[in-house]
């Protein structure tokens, strides 16, 4: 399976019982399974960080959701591909930058943590990945994604 091989259709369908309304479905292909909202809610974002996990197993370190936000923990090595791969894959479609956060943990041995945060527009969802860096770390840039 290629790397970007998640694909997800939007189905417009209507109702049985009322012919009125009509509401908008995804269908997973990856998973096989429909799925009814695909925007900001917890199973979304688990969704998100079991297939990102699985997909791309060496880079996340861990996952943790909190406040209805998704969090990646991730090495700095593969920073690049992470981000790649919630950019292009169309099950995140992570195309909006919002800003980049450093926090110092001065207690810890690696006491910097860069903060990504993502926006994808088209899922209305916003996730955050971070990276431990030490004091002479040097981090890749990401202004060629």
Not at 98 to 112: A, E, L, N, T
């Amino acid at each position: 399976m290629n790397l970007y091989d998640v694909v997800l259709i939007k189905i417009w369908y209507k109702k049985v019982d009322d012919k009125s309304s009509s509401q908008l479905r995804f269908y997973d292909l990856y998973n096989r399974e429909m799925i009814s909202k695909p925007f900001k809610n917890s199973i979304y974002l688990t969704r998100i960080g079991s297939r990102v996990s699985k997909m791309l197993p060496n880079a996340v370190q861990y996952v943790s959701i909190k406040h209805e936000s998704l969090y990646f923990f991730v090495s700095k090595d593969c920073l690049i591909s992470v981000l790649t791969f919630l950019k292009k894959s169309s099950f995140t479609r992570f195309t909006t930058l919002v800003d980049i956060v450093g926090v110092d943990y001065p207690s810890r041995s690696k006491r910097f943590q860069l903060v990504y945060c993502l926006l994808s527009v088209e899922y209305n969802s916003r996730i955050f990945v971070k990276i431990a860096l030490g004091d002479h770390d040097p981090v890749s840039s990401i202004t060629n994604l």
